[in-house]
């Protein structure tokens, strides 16, 4: 299937030309016609599916073809609501990208930065509104904002909205919605909370399912080092040697991690930067550029703060903290690997996190190989399989360096103190 299969627009056809499409990943070939039809749309899908698209695509043709000419003034006709500003942002760009070539006018709205330029925008007539919860609910009771003409309602990330606390917001944000509207709803997971969420919101929906959350693509190169926790940092520095590492995202579970992290990759001249919830608005997104651009070579995170970057070519992801939560493991490794390409994920686990890494095997149903031998093994962290003995792959010597890239092995040569 090709996206001249899925009849839109010759705007939107030429906007996906210039930005390289061709042929939609799964959940775009069966999302968007549904969406087209005008029908609400129940999306379980994790970051990296092309979620984004997928809605809109379709939310942009819907409103070209039901604009009404020589308005007096724009008012907002598609509302999208997702957790982080970071993935605001990137939902934001998403829409400039796919919708350049019609008159459709967007703009993003997020806390943690003065509202001034945000409410201006607003003043001057949008089309499309993509807004964190806090901040849309503080502009809609400073009157800054009037929900009444949404055609189209976007609830994208609802399981992270959960885990963040916005739920509350989310259910008094829908007493402003009109009852006549399409409404899409996106999420990874659907624990309980989440499916009571979705079925006040959506009428007779269409469900779209693809790649669940326990699964991790095949194109992603997964292994573990044992490694105790003082000795985390070493092995970082080590693996970074390897100039073929243009990139990488490195997790770690905390906040005060991510900058300690960031500190010691500072003191060995690697340009890092770290982004989580303590960071300002304008240093977050400038980071996340910076990464981009490929002038930050590592690029610290915490979960939270993660779940918007969507970083086009992505290579390597390091968990320099196995997360306690498995399904998070899927999430971090799933911003390699995107669309078919090939990607490669490391992670570091010390003797305490020996039980988070059985659990994320239980959960991807797969034991991820093992890097021995390497200059900081830990002789007291054992392999983990939830089913059988766990593959172990052996690290040759350094005379056998061999770098290969593309998301094959790569081996690194041994740190000589």
Request: proline letters at 5%.
């Amino acid at each position: 299937m090709s996206f001249q299969s899925l009849k839109l627009i010759e705007p939107i056809q030429k906007a996906l030309v210039e930005e390289g499409y061709s042929t939609p990943t799964p959940i775009q070939s069966q999302a968007i016609p549904l969406i087209l039809e005008g029908k609400d749309l129940l999306g379980v899908a994790q970051t990296g599916t092309g979620k984004t698209a997928a809605f809109a695509i379709p939310t942009i043709q819907l409103l070209v073809q039901n604009q009404i000419p020589n308005r007096v003034k724009r008012t907002i006709k598609a509302l999208i609501v997702t957790p982080t500003r970071e993935l605001a942002i990137q939902i934001d760009d998403s829409f400039k990208a796919y919708g350049k070539f019609t008159n459709l006018r967007h703009t993003v709205i997020f806390g943690g930065v003065k509202q001034g330029k945000q409410t201006e925008a607003l003043q001057n007539g949008v089309d499309i509104l993509v807004a964190t919860p806090g901040r849309l609910l503080d502009l809609i009771n400073q009157r800054y904002i009037s929900l009444k003409d949404i055609q189209i309602f976007i609830l994208d990330e609802a399981d992270r909205m959960l885990d963040m606390g916005f739920v509350h917001d989310i259910k008094k944000l829908l007493t402003f919605l009109p009852s006549k509207r399409q409404s899409l709803f996106f999420s990874a997971t659907m624990p309980p909370e989440i499916q009571k969420l979705a079925d006040n919101i959506l009428f007779k929906p269409v469900k779209v399912e693809v790649t669940p959350v326990s699964s991790t693509a095949d194109t992603i190169k997964q292994s573990v080092y044992f490694v105790e926790k003082d000795q985390k940092n070493a092995l970082l520095m080590d693996i970074l040697k390897d100039t073929s590492i243009e990139t990488a995202l490195v997790f770690t579970r905390t906040k005060h991690g991510a900058d300690k992290v960031v500190k010691v990759l500072l003191r060995h001249d690697i340009k890092a930067e770290a982004i989580h919830g303590n960071k300002a608005q304008n240093a977050r997104q400038r980071a996340l550029d910076n990464f981009k651009s490929k002038s930050t070579r590592v690029l610290v995170a915490t979960d939270i703060a993660a779940r918007g970057i969507d970083v086009d070519d992505l290579a390597y992801v390091i968990n320099f903290d196995i997360p306690n939560i498995p399904e998070t493991y899927v999430h971090r490794i799933g911003r390699t690997g995107r669309a078919g390409a090939n990607g490669t994920a490391f992670s570091f686990c010390d003797s305490e996190e020996r039980t988070f890494l059985k659990d994320i095997q239980k959960l991807i149903a797969k034991n991820i190989p093992v890097i021995e031998n390497h200059s900081f093994v830990s002789t007291k962290v054992q392999a983990i399989s939830p089913t059988s003995k766990a593959t172990n792959e052996k690290k040759p010597s350094a005379k056998s360096n061999e770098v290969s890239n593309k998301g094959k092995k790569v081996w690194f040569k041994p740190k000589r103190n």
